[in-house]
């Protein structure tokens, strides 16, 4: 078993698409091992996305992840990283398969429904943010 930190962003919980989402993931046989959901202050979502403040699309992405509520899924499934990343599809959903979700649901390459973590480390280092001593 893996574990990988799964996040359905506020655009997606906005268009009341947790419950469809939700679903893929079982479907998709992840084990649900916690959800929460959080709405993350500019401050915090600047401190997630803190590898990407160079870029020009830094202010907006902390500006949407912390314009709504989150729910946060820590996600658990023999090759988890790879598996959720798959579902999601491609950051950019123009390029994501017809099936996934980012391809179903995104609206542009910035509000795109969902997040995952793209590595063992990074799992582990999301999975303590949101979760601290409970994951
Ligand atoms: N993003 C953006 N513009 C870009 C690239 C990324 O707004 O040109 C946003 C988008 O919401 C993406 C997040 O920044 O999901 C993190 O980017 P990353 O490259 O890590 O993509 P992901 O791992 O989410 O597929
Ligand atoms: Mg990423």
Known sequence: ???????IKPDAVQRQLVGVIISEIEKNDFHIAA???QRLTAAQAASFYDKYRATPFYDSLVATMSS?????????????IQAWRRL???TDPERAE???LRRRFAIDLQQNSVHGADSPETA???INF???ERG
């Open 1 to 7: 078993m893996e574990r990988t930190l799964a996040i």
């Open 35 to 37: 959800i929460t959901t």
């Open 68 to 80: 709504g509520q989150l729910f946060v899924l820590l996600l658990e499934k023999a090759d988890a």
């Open 88 to 90: 999601m599809g491609p």
């Open 98 to 100: 017809p099936g996934s």
């Open 124 to 126: 582990e280092k999301e």
């Open 130 to 132: 949101f979760f601290g």
